[in-house]
Each structure stands twice: as structure tokens, then as C-alpha cells.
């Protein structure tokens, strides 16, 4: 009886790195860059706008129409109110891309959802913009 053959050495195939391009973009890492520096500056926005809206000079009773009128008179609060309004949905759109791409399976499905989640996106930033800077305090 002759002795089983030895089998010869195992030949394990290299794992195949992804073809890069010579432009590769940074997407991704300037929307996690984004999220964490618009965060801190909506923490910052967020709550100086709660303090001074809901606890200075008696809180939320004297909150009305000529209220609001005197804030948007200044290009200060105009400013404030701007910023936080655009950083917010920036910030919320992107989280929302970030969950679209993670949970749609198919590409379809993911196209439609972010061009609504866009459209849905642009039309709130625009309607709020042209909100703040349109704003007649003479019509109340």
C-alpha cells in the first residue's frame, strides 16, 4: 500500500482592492465634517434662540406678531434666524440621505426618495429665506 498523496500548498487568491479613480471625491467625508461642525454651531444657535424666546423678559406671553416684527427689524436677527433655519435643514437633509442610503435596497427606490427628500429640502430652505427677508411688519 502506498502512502496518501500530500497535497501540494494552498493557494489563496488575493482580495481584489476596488478600482479608484484618479478623482476621487470626498462626499463623504465633507458631509461627516459637516454634521459635526453644524451641530455644535445649532447647539450654540438652538439654544440662545430658547433662552431669549421662552425665558428672558417674561417668556412665552409676550411672543406675538409685533414681537417677531421687532426682532426681524434687525439684520442681527435676521442673520440668527437665517442661519439656523439653513444649518437645520442642511443638517436634517443629511442625516436623512445618510438613512436613505443605509435602508433603501433597491436604486430606484433610493433615487426617489432623496430627490423628494431634496425638493421637500430646497422648498422649506426657500420658503423660509424669502419669509425672513420679505417679512412686513405693516400689514399687522
Same mark, same amino acid.
Given at each position: 500500500?502506498?502512502? /496518501?498523496?500530500? /497535497?501540494?500548498?494552498?493557494?489563496?487568491?488575493? /482580495?481584489?482592492? /476596488?478600482?479608484?479613480?484618479?478623482?476621487?471625491?470626498? !462626499? $463623504?467625508? %465633507?458631509?461627516?465634517?459637516?454634521?459635526?461642525?453644524? +451641530?455644535?454651531?445649532?447647539?450654540?444657535?438652538?439654544? @440662545?434662540? #430658547?433662552?431669549?424666546?421662552?425665558?428672558?423678559? @417674561? @417668556? !412665552?406671553?409676550? *411672543?406675538?406678531?409685533?414681537?417677531?416684527?421687532?426682532?426681524w427689524s434687525s439684520p442681527f436677527w435676521?442673520t440668527w434666524d437665517l442661519l439656523m433655519?439653513?444649518?437645520?435643514? *442642511?443638517? +436634517?437633509?443629511?442625516?436623512?440621505?445618510t438613512i436613505i442610503n443605509d435602508y433603501? $435596497?433597491?436604486?430606484?427606490?433610493?433615487?426617489?426618495?432623496?430627490? #423628494?427628500? %431634496?425638493?421637500?429640502? @430646497?422648498?422649506?430652505?426657500?420658503?423660509?429665506?424669502?419669509?425672513?427677508?420679505?417679512?412686513?411688519?405693516?400689514?399687522?
Amino acid at each position: 500500500m502506498s502512502a /496518501p498523496a500530500q /497535497p501540494g500548498p494552498v493557494s489563496i487568491p488575493a /482580495p481584489r482592492t /476596488p478600482q479608484r479613480s484618479s478623482q476621487r471625491s470626498n !462626499v $463623504e467625508l %465633507y458631509s461627516w465634517l459637516f454634521m459635526r461642525i453644524s +451641530g455644535v454651531v445649532l447647539i450654540f444657535l438652538v439654544l @440662545g434662540h #430658547l433662552f431669549i424666546m421662552n425665558v428672558l423678559d @417674561g @417668556g !412665552v406671553q409676550r *411672543i406675538n406678531f409685533a414681537f417677531v416684527a421687532g426682532r426681524w427689524s434687525s439684520p442681527f436677527w435676521q442673520t440668527w434666524d437665517l442661519l439656523m433655519l439653513w444649518l437645520a435643514m *442642511i443638517h +436634517g437633509t443629511n442625516g436623512m440621505r445618510t438613512i436613505i442610503n443605509d435602508y433603501a $435596497e433597491r436604486d430606484q427606490t433610493r433615487l426617489w426618495l432623496k430627490m #423628494l427628500l %431634496y425638493v421637500a429640502s @430646497g422648498f422649506t430652505v426657500l420658503l423660509g429665506t424669502l419669509v425672513i427677508f420679505t417679512f412686513d411688519p405693516n400689514i399687522g
